[in-house]
């Protein structure tokens, strides 16, 4: 029998007090809700397909989502990058897959689209509670990228991972180093989907933006900060590649020689 922690508890309540569950079948939407609510009391929604659950998301804006992979109208996967590319306010809302079928290209599917855990069936009661302190107690940085959006995939599925929580080449530098260098390369990989993918691309650009000016004066880097500040102002409303270009070479100037010729 496995004893909840009720301190655990306590600290998760807050984050999970509106649940969707996307799960075509009846019973395993019933199974799950019965486990949740004898963690924590939450309100829970159910709907059965990709179309019903944006429209509960838009209604209720759900703290925690759970999908099931596939079903009838329902794709786990595209339901996810759906939704982290809408401008619903649970765009950011972790999202956990729930499914029997934990083939590796399900599980990197999951991963790519910005899903936050997986969690394969049968399932116990257990197994729930990991995923959901993952999610809620120990966040994964946001990536806003364009080919990306979602969580951190260096830590997918971190309530069963226990192997290195960075890529070799982030070794050699520090955690706000490593945090300008990605941005960077976000920001780069922005500017050529501008005229492909505008909304994407300037929402990339801003959160890249803000979070060069954070870094930059966590480094001490005055002239970053007035780069990224520059690139912030440049990215408006609409595409305007005459203010747009100046600022990202701007930026792009600190990025280092052995990071330049690499993909972001």
């Not at 759970?66 to 996810?80: I, K, T």
Request: glycine share 4%.
């Amino acid at each position: 029998m496995f004893n909840v922690d009720p301190k655990i508890v306590q600290r998760m309540t807050p984050h999970l007090q509106r649940v969707l569950i996307v799960d075509s079948q009846a019973a395993s939407v019933k199974l799950l809700q019965e486990l949740l609510r004898s963690i924590v009391l939450c309100q829970v929604w159910a709907a059965p397909s990709d179309a019903k659950a944006i429209q509960a998301a838009r209604a209720f804006d759900p703290q925690i989502i759970f999908v099931e992979h596939a079903g009838p109208e329902l794709d786990g996967a595209r339901l996810a990058r759906a939704l982290r590319r809408s401008e619903l306010p649970c765009r950011k809302a972790p999202i956990i897959m729930v499914t029997a079928e934990a083939t590796a290209q399900a599980i990197l599917g999951a991963r790519d689209a910005g899903i936050h855990e997986f969690l394969r069936k049968p399932y116990t009661i257990k197994d729930l509670m990991r995923r959901l302190e993952a999610v809620a107690l120990k966040p994964r940085d946001w990536v806003e990228a364009v080919h990306y959006v979602g969580p951190d995939r260096r830590r997918f599925n971190s309530g069963e991972y226990v192997g290195p929580r960075k890529r070799r080449s982030d070794a050699r530098k520090t955690p706000d180093q490593a945090r300008i260098v990605q941005a960077l390369k976000i920001v780069r990989s922005a500017l050529e989907a501008v005229e492909s993918d505008w909304p994407q691309a300037r929402r990339a650009l801003l959160t890249q933006a803000v979070d060069l000016q954070k870094a930059a004066v966590a480094v001490g880097d005055m002239k970053l900060m007035d780069a990224a500040a520059r690139l912030n102002r440049a990215v408006g409303d609409t595409l305007d590649r005459a203010r747009l270009e100046p600022a990202v070479k701007a930026v792009m100037a600190f990025l280092p020689k052995e990071d330049t010729a690499q993909a972001a």
